[in-house]
Structure formats: structure tokens, C-alpha cells
């Protein structure tokens, strides 16, 4: 039997290929009205089906990204890819999520860099944190 006829999770490199059940059962029972539920064996399969839809979405990044000669695909390879498979219905959504985690990502590093101009190792900074917080639970301990 060659790959492309296993079932997936079947061979040594797919079987630790999956989508964790428990947040897909809870995404299923968000979705559904409350009057419905989901046999286990239908969250299995829309899992397979997720599996199967990011790994052909992934090809096809990979795919443009090869197009483009680049060695890393990049947020625009996967929209194109969206695209060139016939989801442009999703594109727009997938936009707005790479906007948000830029800004996220941006957040953080003001964050780090806060940390950095503070002229304090790390230690340091968690060893003065301490102090506070002792000094403030003497505080509330006095006062009651």
C-alpha cells in the first residue's frame, strides 16, 4: 500500500497528525443549536476532513512559495493558496487574523523591550518583584 492510499495517521510521519478533540467537540457543540449533539464518530471525521484541508493548503503554499523562490512561506503564499484553491470566501477573515497577531506581536515586543531598557537582568527584575509583593502582603497582614 503506498502513502497516498493509507488512511490518515496511518503511516510513521502522519500518525502524530491531528487537531486536539476536545476543542474541536467544543467548537462543534458552540456551533450547533443545543437540541444537537455529535457522535464521536462525525467529530473524527470533520477532524480527518481539517487534517486533509491543511495539508492540501499547506501544498499549495508551498507550491507558491516555490513559484515566488523563496525557501519560507509566508502569509501571502497562503492567500494566494486560498485563493488558487477556490477559498476566497476566506481570505478576508485570514487577513484580519494576520493583522491582529502582527499587532500582537508588536505588543510583545514592547513589552521585551521594556524589560531590556530597564537596565535589570532578569533575576533581578523577579528578585524586586518578590520584595514588592512581600512588602505588600505585610502591608495587608498590619492592616488586618
Known amino acids: ?13 502522519d500518525d502524530e497528525l491531528s487537531l486536539p478533540k476536545a476543542t474541536v467537540q467544543k467548537l462543534i457543540h458552540d456551533m450547533l443549536p ?13 477532524i480527518e476532513c481539517c487534517v486533509e484541508f491543511i495539508h492540501l493548503l499547506s501544498s499549495e503554499a508551498n507550491d507558491v512559495c516555490e513559484k515566488d523562490s523563496k525557501k519560507t512561506i509566508a502569509p501571502e503564499h497562503v492567500v494566494k ?18 493583522k491582529d497577531h502582527k499587532q500582537q506581536q508588536k505588543e510583545r515586543e514592547k513589552k521585551t523591550s521594556r524589560m531590556e531598557q530597564s537596565g535589570m537582568t532578569e533575576e533581578e527584575l523577579q528578585r524586586q518583584q518578590e520584595l514588592l509583593f512581600a ?8 492592616a488586618n
Request: aromatic letters at 6%; hydrophobic letters at 40%.
Open 81 to 98: 493558496a486560498l485563493t488558487d484553491l477556490g477559498f476566497e470566501k476566506f481570505v478576508d477573515e485570514v487577513k484580519d487574523v494576520l
Open 1 to 13: 500500500m503506498s502513502d497516498d492510499e493509507r488512511p490518515l495517521g496511518s503511516s510513521g510521519a
Open 34 to 46: 443545543d437540541d444537537i449533539s455529535c457522535a464521536k464518530d462525525t467529530r473524527d471525521l470533520l
Open 135 to 142: 512588602a505588600s502582603k505585610a502591608r495587608f497582614d498590619a
